[in-house]
């Protein structure tokens, strides 16, 4: 399949939140807490996680946690001037692949997997706008683990629009021109925290 196909009217994507110009939807118990217990551990044993090390102002740094890109075959990622070529699914990740397609209509080839192992990982503003992602990137996040705060900010003004905790076992859809308007991250936490999972799925042309 070379084109994604936009999610199926026929399946019922999330309750769409206020974002201004935006589609972003979100699911807090798209899966119980037994199930996503069991993901979260099956995710942590199966993934191969590695630290990437990112460029920043003309120097090479560690990522604030650990990373890996899995996808088909070809499925190749730039990010911070980095290519990352696809690690093999897994079981798990192949599963909940399949279980997006089933639920809510979404076509999706890679996924990249991010562990924040305490509060004091994070990822700093950015932008899904790659290339690869199309104009109007279609990305399933699902959290697996230590609840965390999610912010979105305008593009244009540089201050934050929303924030939502983001629970154990949801799913958040963002498509249409939320990259184009917005800005994402995950700040560190003030407050101590455990493990927490973050899959992105999306289409890699």
């Known amino acids: 399949m070379r084109h ?3 999610p199926s009217a026929a399946k019922c994507l999330p309750e769409r939140l206020p974002l201004e110009g935006a589609d972003v939807r979100y699911r807090a118990d798209t ?14 044993r199966e993934i191969p996680w590695e630290q990437h090390r990112l460029r920043l102002f003309g120097r090479e740094i560690p990522a604030p946690r ?3 890109w899995i996808g088909d075959a070809g499925a190749a990622y730039t990010y911070s001037r980095v ?7 897994t079981p798990a990740l192949a599963s909940l692949r399949e279980d997006l397609a089933g639920r809510f209509g979404l076509r999706l080839n890679s996924v990249l997997a991010n562990l924040y192992r305490d509060e004091r990982d994070s ?3 950015h932008n899904d706008g790659e290339p690869e992602l199309g104009a109007e990137p279609v990305i399933a996040s699902l959290s697996f683990g230590a609840e965390r705060r999610f912010r979105f900010r305008s593009r244009a003004m540089k201050r934050v629009s929303l924030a ?7 799913v958040l859809v963002m498509q249409g021109a939320t990259q184009r308007l917005y800005q994402h991250d995950l700040p560190k936490s003030a407050a101590p925290c455990g493990a927490r999972i973050n899959l992105t799925f999306r ?3």
């Open 4 to 6: 994604p196909p936009t």
């Open 164 to 170: 939502i905790p983001l629970a154990h076992g949801s």
């Open 83 to 89: 290519r990352f070529e696809p690690r093999a699914w």
């Open 123 to 125: 990822m700093g503003w």
């Open 66 to 68: 650990l990373s890996c």
């Open 203 to 205: 289409w890699i042309y």
């Open 31 to 44: 899966y119980s807490p037994s199930r996503a217990d069991a993901l979260f551990d099956a995710l942590h």
